[in-house]
């Protein structure tokens, strides 16, 4: 069997987490861990997230990490590592676990916040020895540099990492409401965030490219260093939305300058567009899940970095062709582009769901009654206008985070799979079946396939739908004379009717 890497976005819900394995012969090698964090769906979704990255692990001799990237501090990104080194034992215990051990590990922001945030990530790695790379200000291995790590054939290497503020001090005292505060904190954790870039492939290299909490300051950097070096990254397979998707900070561009007559809004929007269109994605992915704090991943970000995705990599089978994505839309959420009429798409504030055959790939895969199922209005095609996009068909009833009675899972991984010469295999959804009956494995089994019994299953694209045969012409009518249709008056179309 050929060597394969498989990145796979985990279903951690409101949070970020993802881990990148090689398997050759059907043995893990070397696996690196970006984040591991969740806030909000942390028992639902995040725990069984960290469960299921401890069982890859325990499935080695000699369960090790190669290395670890943490972009930040935030809890969301770090909060889940207790969780999963607690399967294991330290280098030196005693005891029935497998002991684990931990190689590098790179982090975005300052040491001291490690230390004094409650969960203390850095810590508890060192525990397990690992060892701890401190990065300087504004560091970046584009187009070379010292940071990077090569394991089993993947390259690891930083766009951007530890962007500073003009004048962090001055930011804090400025700020004097208690929530003012915790903004500006917020947005000096979020701003150092690791952007780190994964490559795998000798004929053909695949870039993947995971921006942690970026915000628009930090795309702003990573794109005076992808004008410096055209093309470097592109095209990349996959692209994680900074943030979680949030509008709020991946268009905040405190500390750039707008130039002649632009508008704040204009230039977030240029920005944000540039750092896309340099990097060419052919996909991009959102780890989310819907938080009544959060407002993640908002359609104007999904807009915005779907401006170079491709079409149809999955399909669950739901419809042909199509698979399920869930985005925040508020009312006003495109009214930056000319004309719009801001209460028209879509006509009630929140999370909807749809149906997409572009590769979007959001973690909140499916939202709505399941006892009331049916496929979403929703179509995303970053090609429409958002004036042509028809409704949601329900509202605000929560699904189960396992499954229903008919509905899909509501949290879903994403694995993506290239072959050693650099080609994309395959893109995979990776489920948790805690909750799924015997109908209902039933039911995917048809679609995808026979299934293996483990609890956490991929489960590979539904087949292509085959062409419809095409029917026989009708026998030809000889008609004496043809009258031809009056046409309609000045004004009017004929429209199909609706049942």
Not at 76 to 92: I, M, Q, S, T, Y
Not at 142 to 163: C, H, K, Q, W
Not at 224 to 235: E, M, Q, T, V, Y
Not at 332 to 344: Q, S, V
């Amino acid at each position: 069997m050929p060597k394969t890497m498989r990145y796979t976005v985990l279903p951690v819900g409101q949070g970020s987490g993802a881990i990148v394995e090689v398997l050759e012969n059907g043995v893990l090698q070397a696996p690196v861990l970006i984040d591991l964090g969740s806030r909000g769906w942390n028992k639902q979704a995040g725990q069984p997230s960290a469960t299921f990255i401890a069982e890859r692990l325990e499935q080695m001799a000699a369960p090790k990490l190669a290395a670890v990237f943490l972009s930040h501090v935030d809890s969301d990104h770090v909060n889940l590592l207790r969780r999963l080194l607690a399967r294991f034992k330290k280098p030196g215990e005693v005891g029935p676990k497998k002991t684990l051990e931990i190689g590098d590990v790179w982090f975005g922001g300052e040491e001291s916040d490690y230390e004094e945030s409650r969960d203390r990530p850095l810590q508890q790695l060192r525990e397990y020895g690992a060892t701890v790379h401190a990065l300087g200000v504004g560091i970046s291995d584009v187009p070379t540099g010292t940071v990077r790590l090569s394991s089993a054939g993947v390259d690891y290497s930083l766009l951007i990492a530890n962007v500073a503020e003009s004048n962090p001090s001055q930011k804090r005292r400025r700020i004097d409401a208690s929530d003012q505060k915790r903004a500006a904190n917020s947005f000096l954790r979020n701003v150092v965030s690791l952007c780190v870039v994964v490559k795998f492939g000798k004929v053909t290299p695949q870039y993947i490219v995971a921006p942690g909490d970026a915000i628009g300051l930090t795309l702003a950097e990573s794109n005076k260093i992808l004008r410096d070096n055209p093309g470097i990254f592109a095209p990349v397979l996959s692209l994680a939305l900074p943030h979680h998707g949030s509008a709020t900070s991946t268009y905040d561009m405190s500390g750039v300058k707008a130039t002649g007559n632009e508008r704040r809004d204009q230039l977030a929007t240029r920005v944000v567009r540039e750092f896309v269109d340099h990097l060419e994605a052919h996909s991009i992915t959102a780890s989310a899940g819907e938080s009544p704090t959060y407002r993640h991943p908002s359609s104007r970000v999904v807009a915005d970095f779907a401006r170079t995705v491709l079409k149809r990599w999955y399909s669950d089978g739901t419809t042909p062709n199509e698979h399920f994505f869930t985005a925040y839309y508020p009312l006003d959420e495109l009214a930056l582009e000319g004309g719009m009429n801001r209460n028209t798409w879509p006509s009630s504030i929140g999370w909807h769901t749809g149906l997409t055959e572009s590769n979007v790939f959001t973690i909140d895969y499916f939202r709505g009654n399941p006892q009331i199922f049916s496929p979403p209005e929703i179509v995303f095609d970053p090609g429409r206008a958002p004036n042509e996009y028809p409704l949601a068909r329900y509202g605000g009833v929560n699904a189960p985070y396992g499954f229903g009675p008919t509905a899909p899972p509501r949290a879903a991984g994403w694995g993506f799979v290239i072959a050693e010469s650099g080609e994309r295999e395959e893109v995979e959804r990776l489920v948790d079946l805690r909750f799924a009956t015997a109908e209902e494995r039933a039911s995917l089994e048809a679609v995808h396939g026979p299934l293996p019994p483990q609890r956490f299953v991929f489960l590979p694209s539904a087949p292509a739908p085959e062409p419809a045969a095409e029917a026989e012409p009708p026998p030809a009518v000889v008609r004496e004379a043809t009258v031809p249709l009056p046409s309609p008056p000045a004004g009017l179309r004929r429209v199909r009717q609706l049942p």
